[in-house]
């Protein structure tokens, strides 16, 4: 999950290989894709769905993509998120764990935020949120080993946790 021009697809088509089936979701024409990878020796289901900004969703296609989220309760999210605003891509990674799925933050574009001088400590980022956090860049494939052998150490957080970690990370660092 992440928002409209994060590299959703590009992650996506880079997880699954050509291995892809498109459809519509019931009662829409707004579209999602399925897909397949193999995690852990075995094939898991990957689903692209409609980028969206938040779990409000706001038209069609954001309705369709929490829709999908709320369906699918044992999902693993991967959350991708521009690595230059990441700010942005945070409040849709709060919102998805505080609802309790396990998730993976993807930092993406990471070759363009460097470009921008764009600086993001990747493991005090982790280390707040409690939540793998891996820099990538999808249309080259890299960090997508890390990514990849890293989705199981995705666990729920709760926001209490996160909260707690700010607090003593702002008390341990000036």
């Not at 938040?54 to 989220?69: C, F, R, Y």
């Not at 999210?77 to 998805?96: F, H, M, N």
Request: charged share 25%.
């Amino acid at each position: 999950m992440g928002q409209a021009n994060v590299g959703k697809s590009a992650f996506f088509n880079r997880l699954t290989g050509a291995k892809v089936a498109e459809s519509n979701y019931p009662g829409t024409t707004v579209d999602f894709t399925k897909g397949h990878m193999l995690f852990q020796g075995e094939y898991v289901d990957l689903i692209d769905v409609p980028g969206t900004f938040s779990l409000q969703p706001k038209d069609k296609a954001e309705e369709v993509a929490v829709k999908m989220l709320g369906e699918e309760k044992e999902a693993l999210v991967i959350c991708i998120i521009d690595a230059s605003k990441v700010e942005r891509g945070l409040y849709l990674a709060l919102e998805i764990i505080e609802k309790g799925y396990p998730v993976i933050i993807a930092l993406n574009m990471w070759d363009m935020a460097k470009s921008v001088n764009v600086k993001v400590d990747t493991e005090k980022l982790e280390q707040i949120l409690g939540v793998p956090v891996v820099p990538t860049v999808a249309t080259r494939g890299e960090g997508f080993k890390e990514l990849v052998s890293r989705m199981g150490q995705a666990a729920p957080v709760t926001i209490e946790e996160i909260i707690r970690s700010v607090g003593n990370s702002s008390r341990t660092h000036h």
